[in-house]
């Protein structure tokens, strides 16, 4: 009797031991996921600075503009939701149906209620 409740409670252990080891195992793959989508995030900021910086460079030899100029528009863009805080606002806009006038989720490209197309959003609305 003994030597079946010691056998139970050292199944029970190694239980609880590969549970551990595979919580840790599963841990460890989305730390590595995470690093990867890190990795890839910051490719992808490295590239959007040199497609600024480009265009910003085309702007500037071919209409004349200046870093000011770029400055004031930049503050002028921070400051529409009241706060100099380097965010751009998000609009509290909710798109409507041009057809049935209820919301429109705004990745959706019809209106869930009625099926008509959803209007074209603006390129920067957020």
Request: glycine residues 6%; proline residues 4%; charged residues 25%.
């Amino acid at each position: 009797m003994i030597t079946g409740l010691f056998v139970a409670g050292a199944a029970q252990q190694m239980v609880r031991s590969n549970q551990a080891q595979l919580a840790g195992e599963l841990a460890s793959r989305a730390a590595a996921n995470v690093r990867i989508q890190n990795e890839y995030l910051q490719f992808d900021v490295e590239k959007l600075f040199m497609i600024t910086e480009a265009l910003w460079t085309i702007l500037k030899e071919q209409h004349g503009y200046t870093d000011e100029h770029l400055v004031q528009m930049i503050q002028h863009i921070d400051l529409r939701d009241g706060k100099l805080d380097g965010k751009v606002a998000k609009s509290a806009e909710r798109p409507t149906c041009p057809q049935c006038g209820r919301t429109i989720i705004r990745k959706q490209p019809r209106c869930l209620y009625c099926g008509a197309d959803a209007p074209q959003q603006q390129p920067f609305k957020r």
